[in-house]
Nanobody, 122 residues
Framework: QVQLVESGGGLVQAGDSLTLSCAASGRTFSGYDMGWFRQAPGKEREFVAGITWGFSTFYADSVKGRSTISRDNAKNTVYLRMNSLKPEDTAVYYC????????????????WGQGTQVTVSS
């Protein structure tokens, strides 16, 4: 069992930056592939970014170029830095442990956090 706790969300203005954190329990965090998803009101949960245990990174087109995913295995934490935030980035952001398969499919993630709200005002 893995527990994930997200933090760092809040209310920001368009153009601002924000860093989300996801702290994981468990001794084998360094071996996990980790992903960030988001879900806006009335929309499906969508993939945002992912990072492998070997530090390879992947991004959705909607955030590519203005977001950075990183991890600190000593702290069992994965981060998502988002720059130039837009109102359409408003959503609940979730981190998850990938169990295999494509990065974009929710079903390929075994454990999820409770999420952290990000609201971007225009």
């Amino acid at each position: 069992q893995v527990q994930l706790v997200e933090s760092g969300g809040g209310l920001v203005q368009a153009g601002d930056s924000l860093t989300l954190s996801c702290a994981a329990s468990g001794r084998t965090f360094s071996g996990y592939d980790m992903g960030w998803f988001r879900q806006a009101p009335g929309k499906e949960r969508e993939f945002v970014a992912g990072i492998t245990w070997g530090f390879s990174t992947f991004y959705a087109d909607s955030v590519k170029g203005r977001s950075t995913i990183s991890r600190d295995n000593a702290k069992n934490t994965v981060y998502l830095r988002m720059n130039s935030l837009k109102p359409e980035d408003t959503a609940v952001y979730y981190c998850a442990v990938r169990s295999g398969g494509t990065w974009y499919a929710r079903g390929n993630y075994a454990y999820w956090g409770q999420g952290t709200q990000v609201t971007v005002s225009s």
